[in-house]
């Protein structure tokens, strides 16, 4: 047997309390009922009800039934509230309707009346309560789902997001181009308690200098030439959510300077403007350039830097994590079919094994937009390496002809292999930009086992 739906009436007039719980009893509604708003909080703080129907005057009180919507808003915004009254005006209504009432009723009513409007707002409630659960849900489960992969440098970023994520303080992303920096933005985001707010993402090398600042904070009309009228700045369309500042690196030092005030205060004053705005708002940037040496050699302020950077995150460049490449391959190939109207589109094993030792400087940026092409020009369901780019496919990731028989003449064993190891020992160095540490890695070696063979082949000077 369903639980009945509870409903709360509140009003200092017994004949009315007793009217209604005779009423909305006979419906099949579990009714209580409170003679003050204070007896009123004593059952709310103890129960759980799916509507309140509160009286606006009581007893010497005027304003009675609004503290009390006030006080549910606060408190209990899913539960709903109709406001019933003897003394109404349309500005009574609209006052009821800002502080969270689901709707309002004038006193007499007919009982059909306050039936219809209950029935309304436990289904709205209900809704609410709905929409609430799956966007917890979906924010748990789902907002991760894009950041494919099962090396150990994406887990760790999962679980790097899922513990800053409802944490106040700014994080600052870093990470090569076409790594996934706005992907992770938007998944702390998600998962934050901001998630039903904005998420707002800017491009700060996309706008010249006056134009972002009006982006950001807004402006006044004729404050500039072509400011026909007010405008709101992204901070304001961000209050409650967070704002993403992709490409901070490129922000310049005047903006900076009151980007930074903003973080002291949380006050953003319009271009033109002489009174600011609070603002609540989490800030998420983003670079792919070193901002701690662009600060140590005065071309990012110090300050900021230090603001923005209190929880750093570094994203892991694809040729870092080969056995994400299939995975994502897979899922790109995926999406990008169905898009298309393609049907199941498979990629040949020649095609994974070449695209997983390929070194993928544009990361994963480059690799949606190869198989964005691939899916559209492959004949039939398989993409094969003729469906490559020619840098790809061409690709050579051995250093040269095989040996597989030793030669009628011999060889020169020492120069065969030095030859080998030189070249592996240049294709690593490359592949990991130059960081010793991971090219050692790159080729299963030891830091200074590596720093031996470049000495030895002469790459140290090189390098």
Known sequence: MATPYRVLVVDDESSMRELLEIVLGNDGYDVSTAASVEAALKLLENQTFDVVLTDLRMGSDRDAGMKLLSWLNENMPVTPSIMMTAYGSVETAIDAMKRGAADYIMKPFKNDEVRILIQRAIEQS??????????????????????????????????????VADLPSTVAIHGESGTGKELVARGIHQLSGRASKPFVAVNCGGFPENLLESELFGHKKGSFTGAYEDKEGLFVVADGGSLFLDEIGEMPMALQVKLLRVLDNS???????????KVDVRIISATNRDLARMAQEGNFREDLYYRLNVIPITVTPLRERPDDIILLVRHFVSQHAKKMGRGD?????????????????????????LLERAVALCQGDTIELGDLPKNVREYVNKPGEEVKELPKGGLDLENYVAEIETSLIKQALQNARYSQKRAADLLGLTARSLRYRLKKYGLAEDE
Do not use: D, F, H
């Open 267 to 277: 006050i953003i004053v319009p271009v033109g403007g002489t009174s600011g705005r």
């Open 345 to 369: 589109v498979r990629v040949s094993p020649e095609v994974e094994t070449t695209l997983q030792g390929y070194p993928w400087p544009g990361n994963v940026r480059e690799l949606t937009n």
């Open 126 to 163: 209900r809704l609410k309560r709905e929409n609430i659960a799956l966007r917890k849900e979906q924010a748990k489960r789902g907002s991760l789902e894009n950041i494919i992969g099962k090396s150990r440098a994406i887990e760790e970023l999962r679980e790097m997001i899922r513990r």
